[in-house]
Nanobody, 116 residues
Framework: QVQLVESGGGLVQAGGSLRLSCAAS????????MGWYRQAPGKQRELVAS???????NYADSAKGRFTISRDNTKNTVDLQMNSLEPEDTAVYYC??????????WGQGTQVTVSS
């Protein structure tokens, strides 16, 4: 079982930056896909960004040009650098590890609040 612990959330003003980090309890080098998702109050959880074991990235339209996902297979971490934050980015951000199509793990989430 892979345990994921997110950190780096907090309160920031609009236009500011935050860097989220997800630390895995196991080696992630063979994990098919790692991703960041978010869930705002009253909304469904949605993909923010993901990165494959080969480094291929995918971003939600809302994240393109502002957020950058990175993966360090030696440290077993996946980071999300978020710039030019907007109040609409306020949500709980979750890390997800997709070991395979049928086996995924989630972290507990970290709160990001962007004030206007």
């Amino acid at each position: 079982q892979v345990q994921l612990v997110e950190s780096g959330g907090g309160l920031v003003q609009a236009g500011g930056s935050l860097r989220l980090s997800c630390a895995a309890s196991e080696r992630i080098i063979s994990i098919q896909n790692m991703g960041w998702y978010r869930q705002a109050p009253g909304k469904q959880r949605e993909l923010v960004a993901s990165i494959t074991r080969f480094g291929r990235t995918n971003y939600a339209d809302s994240a393109k040009g502002r957020f950058t996902i990175s993966r360090d297979n030696t440290k077993n971490t996946v980071d999300l650098q978020m710039n030019s934050l907007e109040p609409e980015d306020t949500a709980v951000y979750y890390c997800k590890a997709e070991v395979s199509t049928y086996l995924t793990y989630w972290g507990q989430g970290t709160q990001v609040t962007v004030s206007s």
